[in-house]
């Protein structure tokens, strides 16, 4: 039940669309370009709210531009025009410019309200793509998480607890079919420790139940609290 808990929060978790158009050669090859983008698209992977499209994707919506390419944008209006085409939330460019042995990236981070630019070599890549995220960082905090993750333990302990609560009921059941109760031979002791016996195998099976249910509220409640944000 852990496991599926889990992947339903992780299934209901929001996260930012990136879109990562193909990088632009400038003196290298396409496929040094192609390299450096693959960095940058691992890189944006790894960091946490992403969600990065894949590059045919990314290359079938292209489809619809001029030459499979997005022209320059100068405006912002311009800029959320093409995120709204390309279906993202922020859009990841590069010209990846060579010199020599040595290859530097132009980076370009582009959302409907605001661009960053930043220029670095390919040593520099995991670091540039971090400056490009500094003003990304503390403009609007994350959703607090605490909650949810209240929840769905308490989903896990209450799921236990039924557990253990239904073993000790089945365990009662298969005392009592066996014949093997434990209770003093005859008189009215024996139907007296029989009774309590069927009696709490009983209240266990019902308790076991309740938790069971209690469980399966706690992880849709955790699940709702993972993806609304709370004031």
């Known amino acids: 039940m852990t496991t599926l808990l889990m992947s339903l929060l992780l299934t209901a978790s929001p996260c930012t669309r990136v879109v990562v158009t193909p990088f632009e050669p400038l003196a290298t090859s396409p496929a ?8 940058v698209r691992e890189g ?13 994707v990314t290359i079938e919506k292209l489809a619809k531009f001029e030459r499979h390419r ?3 944008c100068g405006e912002l209006a311009c800029v959320a025009a093409q995120l709204e ?3 993202g939330d922020e859009l990841i460019s590069g010209v990846v410019v060579g010199a020599g042995a040595r290859m530097n990236v132009d980076l370009l981070r582009s959302t409907a309200a605001r661009t960053a630019r930043t220029t670095a070599s390919e040593a520099e890549l ?20 605490w909650p949810a993750l209240v929840a769905a333990s308490a989903a896990v302990a209450s799921a236990g607890a ?20 434990g209770c003093p031979a005859g008189g009215t002791r024996f139907r007296d420790c029989v009774d309590g016996q069927v009696k709490t195998g009983r209240d266990e099976a019902t308790a076991a139940n309740v ?13 709702v609290l993972w993806v609304v944000e709370l004031p």
């Open 162 to 181: 039924g557990l253990a609560l239904g073993l000790e009921s089945r365990r009662h059941e298969q005392v009592l079919s066996s014949g093997m109760t």
């Open 126 to 145: 995991a670091a540039a793509v971090g400056v490009l995220y500094q003003w990304g960082s503390t403009e609007r905090a994350g959703p607090r998480r």
């Open 32 to 39: 040094a370009a192609r390299a450096i983008e693959q960095q």
């Open 70 to 72: 997005l022209p320059p």
């Open 85 to 87: 085409a390309l279906e």
């Open 44 to 56: 944006l992977a790894l960091r946490p709210g992403l969600c990065v499209e894949e590059r045919k």
């Open 211 to 223: 938790l069971f249910g209690v469980a399966g509220a706690l992880a849709i409640g955790a699940v």
